[in-house]
């Protein structure tokens, strides 16, 4: 796992062909980030996709982070697991899985990631400064979401275990 603190992600066993849709966004400015995108730009599509299959094989470890307290972790759960429906965002894990560990190639797992990482990505969603979501899906969630939701929701979310517990698989 990378350094969380800093808001780096964990690349560890995300799909192998997201990684590499990934890295080619930013190397073509679909996804903006001054550090990744000076790597990706000189990669061939060769060590695109060697790059990808290493950190897929790659087992996720790390510790979660500390579950906030209080109304804020009920809030991020409620969003997590139940969606906000008076507004029109659908839960998480309906996408990303029980336990929010990715399904299939295209959505790709948000356990492991800092909460930090998961807000900006939904603030970029919203900016319009990340893009290459299949049908816009993250862009229109994100849309929707006021910054307090999406605060809460990768306090929660970064607090979970990489290995889905019942809690946090459980749709109510
Ligand atoms: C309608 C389906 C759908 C729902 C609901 C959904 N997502 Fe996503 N999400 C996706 C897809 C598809 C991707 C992959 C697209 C991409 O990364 O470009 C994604 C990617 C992400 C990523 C990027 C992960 C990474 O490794 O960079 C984050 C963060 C994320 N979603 C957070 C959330 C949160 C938080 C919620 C709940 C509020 C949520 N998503 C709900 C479909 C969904």
Not at 54 to 67: D, E, N, V
């Given at each position: 796992?990378?350094?969380?603190?800093?808001?780096?992600p964990?690349?560890?066993?995300?799909?192998?062909?997201?990684?590499?849709d990934?890295l080619?966004?930013f190397?073509?400015g679909t996804?903006?980030n001054?550090i990744?995108?000076?790597?990706a730009?000189p990669?061939?599509?060769?060590?695109v996709t060697?790059?990808?299959?290493?950190y897929?094989?790659l087992?996720?470890?790390?510790k979660?982070?500390l579950?906030?307290?209080?109304?804020a972790?009920?809030?991020g759960?409620?969003?997590?697991?139940?969606?906000?429906?008076?507004?029109g965002i659908?839960?998480?894990?309906?996408c990303?899985g029980p336990g929010?560990?990715?399904?299939g190639?295209?959505?790709p797992?948000?356990?492991?990631?800092?909460?930090?990482y998961?807000e900006?990505?939904?603030k970029?969603?919203?900016e319009g400064?990340?893009?290459?979501?299949?049908?816009?899906?993250?862009?229109?969630v994100?849309?929707?979401?006021?910054?307090?939701?999406?605060?809460d929701v990768?306090?929660?979310?970064?607090?979970q275990?990489?290995?889905?517990t019942?809690?946090s698989?459980a749709?109510?």
């Amino acid at each position: 796992m990378g350094n969380a603190a800093a808001g780096y992600p964990r690349l560890a066993g995300l799909p192998k062909n997201y990684l590499a849709d990934q890295l080619r966004y930013f190397a073509d400015g679909t996804r903006n980030n001054a550090i990744m995108s000076g790597m990706a730009k000189p990669l061939t599509a060769m060590q695109v996709t060697a790059l990808a299959t290493y950190y897929s094989k790659l087992k996720p470890s790390g510790k979660p982070a500390l579950m906030p307290t209080g109304t804020a972790a009920a809030a991020g759960e409620r969003l997590a697991l139940r969606g906000d429906w008076d507004k029109g965002i659908p839960a998480c894990i309906r996408c990303h899985g029980p336990g929010a560990i990715g399904v299939g190639a295209n959505f790709p797992p948000l356990v492991g990631q800092s909460a930090a990482y998961i807000e900006a990505q939904i603030k970029a969603w919203k900016e319009g400064s990340r893009r290459g979501d299949p049908l816009g899906m993250m862009h229109t969630v994100a849309l929707r979401m006021t910054d307090a939701q999406t605060q809460d929701v990768a306090q929660w979310l970064a607090a979970q275990p990489l290995v889905p517990t019942k809690t946090s698989s459980a749709t109510h």
